[in-house]
């Protein structure tokens, strides 16, 4: 584990919501951050903020002056934000330009916002099912939407990235992220609508921890391309796993049985090859299954 203090971090896409958290993180972390974003935000404290898209070769190249490390994390950042085409190319031009050319500049290390949806079920509009519990990223994808075709392609950049030029890359399958407040509006969603939550495995992360994985993928030991989940460790539905399993997805082959709310999601890689566990839980208390659900 590196550290660091004295680092001088390039960040994109700081002025949304991970990137606000992010950006004081790494600033309480030590390191000097610069910013990079499409619009201002009065509220951005960084020791270099920069306006500018990071399609934009110039930008990118102006804002990784005297970068050590990259955090990429601008997006359109979901399917229905803007028309499919700008979805899927803003992501895939944004994060090869930022690989590409912090790759040519002989920058060590970049981490990069990836999804849940890289696997493609989450957004996808026929009927389907994951192939197995817990997901993990050899589980067969299916791909039907522009945004988690952006979120997989740019899994296959960061291997271009690394095998090119030999930058490490961490991305982090992010499911949903947000703060408590709405990670809670989410689970009284799920315990009502349970169904609603399945092909994201009811997993979630809040903001908080996110901005830790992305220190901890900054610091890391690992070299090479990874991608992989990360969720906190129980779901944000109210009932037991194997019963919501039982009840949604029963046909579905589980690879193990889930203790309690355990989530259907495997941690292992996140938590060998950067030692991420989740700190923050939102407060939900256990329930039986209803009747009307089984
Ligand atoms: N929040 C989640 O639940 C979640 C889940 C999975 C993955 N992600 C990924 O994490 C990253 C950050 O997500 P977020 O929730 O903070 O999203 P967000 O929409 O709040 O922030 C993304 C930021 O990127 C900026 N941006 C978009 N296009 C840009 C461009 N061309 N140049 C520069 N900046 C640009 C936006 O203005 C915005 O400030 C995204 O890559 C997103 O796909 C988020």
Redesign the pocket.
Known sequence: MKQLDGARVLL??A?????TVAVPHLRKAGAHVTT????ENPDLEADRVLI????SQEDVAAALEGADLVVH?????HRDIAPPYDVYS?NVV?TFNVLAQAGAAGISRAVV????NAYGLPMNRHEVVPAYFPLDTDIPVDIADWYSLS?HHGESTARMAWRQWGIDVVTLR?????NEKALLAQSREHAGDPRAGLREAWSYLHTADAARAIELSLTANTTGAHAFFLAANRTNAPYRTEDLLDAFAPDTPRLRRFVEREVPVDLTPARELIGFEAHHEIPVTTLDLPAAFR
Request: aromatic fraction near 4%; charge should be positive.
């Open positions: 994109t896409g002025s949304g919501r991970i990137g990079l974003s499409i619009q500018g898209d990071t399609r994390l601008a997006a359109l950042a803003t944004s916002a990836g999804s849940i979120k992010f499911p949903h992220v947000h």
